[in-house]
């Protein structure tokens, strides 16, 4: 004990009526339980903040699925114009005929583009659904 500084021993008349002084074991104990329900406070705001990050990954994971179908679906639907356009032209039986059906399928693609750019940022911006569906609700039957 002789290695200790003699003021350690005095730290609780250096507090007064602080936590460390012997009147102060109440406040001591009362100080730890009010830490103790700030951590339990704490710890239940930070589960759900989980809880509230895996919703919202989950909700994003959904919408991305969503846009890369409506992708994959506008690309089949462009390469099947195209492939029409094509056998449209192969059948054409005069120059002028074969530039009607060239101007055609480029003012359809124009305004099917303009359709599938609005799709795809009404997908993109649309507020989660409180069902996690975005609004869309599958209709069974």
């Known amino acids: 004990m002789e290695q200790v500084s003699p003021s350690v021993w005095n730290i609780p008349q250096q507090f007064g009526n ?3 002084a012997a009147s102060g074991q109440e406040a001591a104990a009362d100080f730890m339980r009010q830490t103790h329900d700030a951590f339990e406070a704490m710890s239940k705001m930070a589960a759900g903040s989980v809880s509230e990050s ?3 990954m989950s909700d994003n994971q959904r919408r991305t699925e969503a846009i ?3 992708i994959s679906e506008n690309a089949q639907t ?3 114009a195209a492939f029409d356009a094509c056998a449209a032209v ?3 039986r ?3 005929e074969a530039l009607l059906v060239q101007v055609q399928f480029v003012q359809d693609q124009f305004a099917a583009v303009g359709r599938q750019s609005q799709d795809l940022l009404a997908l993109a911006f649309a507020a989660p659904h409180p069902s996690g569906r ?3 609700e599958r209709k069974d039957g």
């Open 134 to 136: 975005n609004g869309k």
């Open 94 to 96: 005069s120059l002028p």
């Open 78 to 80: 462009n390469t099947d």
């Open 54 to 56: 895996q919703k919202l």
């Open 68 to 70: 890369l179908r409506q």
């Open 18 to 20: 602080g936590p460390f």
């Open 90 to 92: 192969a059948k054409a």
